[in-house]
């Protein structure tokens, strides 16, 4: 049996049967991968600043990059993005990590300029892998009108791949991650359920037909949903990657106000509902339900449709907050390119918690 995502399988695994396949060389993929954000939080609060009047936006957040301004009207936007790989084919996987990297910088209203590559290979693996890996992520770029510049290589036990990308933004257009306000709407621009997907796939229990549609939207270039923003007064913005759609919202929602996420209008990936009731959750996505204790009602909605977000999305859809009377607008100029997007919910004042799951 052929699955065009893992190569020929072996029974049970959803992994080739070459010894050193890339996924075999795997402990973990895509931002599953990724350090939980009370881990995180705790890492970074002791770090020394430099203050610095241009740094605009700094890891002093939860934004999705750094804003430096460098003149008036002009800001540069940086980000990094790397991860180990969750698909085996390795030019998907170059091109799902290089839309992954850009996705930061499509989120903060950017566009992007060049990017470098981060490679980290091992030796014993082909090294056509690593062309085939490069390859993917340049024609990503080139989708993206953006130039690969150089980058950086070393020899690792792990195969991992991504992107260290510089954008450009007005300074007075910048989109940060927490400025919702009371009555904005919540569009969403993928469907989620990619880490239960990928979860299952490995586990051969994924169909090829299910894997491919969650491939198709980890290396969709959110360009086309951003590329919205700018005719509609959007208020805050971010993308739903490793930390899932909770961590994401309660970053949005900030100290002052509530996230009310409707469940019933959320877009889903084929199939992920069905992995979520059959147990195919991740690692992440438990660190992220930890890290959410106290800060989330999710009372009355089904374990599988909680599984669902707080799953770590790899390369997932932007959260776009802005006000209700041009969410329907906005959401069917998105959907011209990405038929999926949906509004999923509304801002509202603070309450007892961040976010609130009907």
């Known amino acids: 049996m ?16 070459d010894p050193v396949s890339l996924l075999s060389n795997c402990t973990s993929g ?6 939980g954000p009370g881990e995180l939080a705790g890492f970074l609060a002791s770090l020394p600043v430099k203050e610095d009047p241009s740094l605009l936006v700094g890891f002093g957040g939860s934004d999705d990059a750094a804003v430096y301004r460098i003149a008036p009207d002009r800001a540069l936007v940086s980000t990094v993005d790397f991860f180990s790989p969750m698909v085996e084919d390795p030019c998907l996987f170059g091109r799902i990590a290089a839309a992954n990297a850009l996705s930061d910088i499509y989120a903060m209203g950017g566009r992007p300029l060049y990017a470098l590559n981060l490679v980290c290979f091992p030796q014993k693996l082909d090294s056509g892998i690593l062309r085939e890996i490069l390859a993917g992520g340049a024609a990503k770029a080139l989708e993206a009108d953006t130039v690969i510049a150089g980058g950086h290589s070393i020899y690792d036990h792990e195969p991992k791949y991504g992107l260290a990308v510089t954008g450009i933004v007005d300074p007075g257009k910048v989109l940060r991650n927490n400025r919702c306000r009371e009555g904005d709407a919540l569009i969403l621009t ?6 239960l997907v990928m979860s299952a796939l490995r586990a051969g229990k994924a169909p090829e037909d299910v894997a491919a549609a969650a491939a198709a939207s980890m290396e969709r270039l959110n360009r086309y949903a951003a590329e919205q923003l700018s005719l ?7 993308d739903v990657t490793g930390f899932g759609l909770m961590v994401h919202a309660a970053e949005m929602a900030g100290q002052d106000h509530t996230l009310f996420i409707e469940s019933g209008s959320l877009p ?5 509902l069905d992995f979520a009731e059959a147990y195919y959750a991740t690692a992440a996505g438990q660190r992220n339900r930890n890290y959410m204790e106290g800060k989330a009602a999710t009372e009355g909605v089904s ?3 909680q599984e669902i977000v707080f ?9 776009i907050a802005l006000p209700a009377d041009h969410a329907q607008a906005l959401c069917a100029d998105i959907q011209r390119d990405d038929p999926v997007a949906a509004i999923i919910g509304m801002v509202g004042s603070r309450e007892d918690y961040p976010v609130v799951l009907l």
């Open 2 to 17: 052929k699955d065009t995502l893992y190569g020929e399988k072996n029974a049970g695994t959803g992994r080739r049967n």
């Open 30 to 35: 895509g931002c599953g991968a990724k350090i």
């Open 190 to 195: 993928k469907a989620l359920g990619v880490g």
């Open 232 to 238: 509609y007064p959007v208020h805050a913005c971010t």
């Open 268 to 272: 889903l990936l084929p199939g992920a």
């Open 303 to 305: 374990p599988a449709m």
């Open 311 to 319: 799953d770590p999305q790899t390369s997932g859809g932007l959260l």
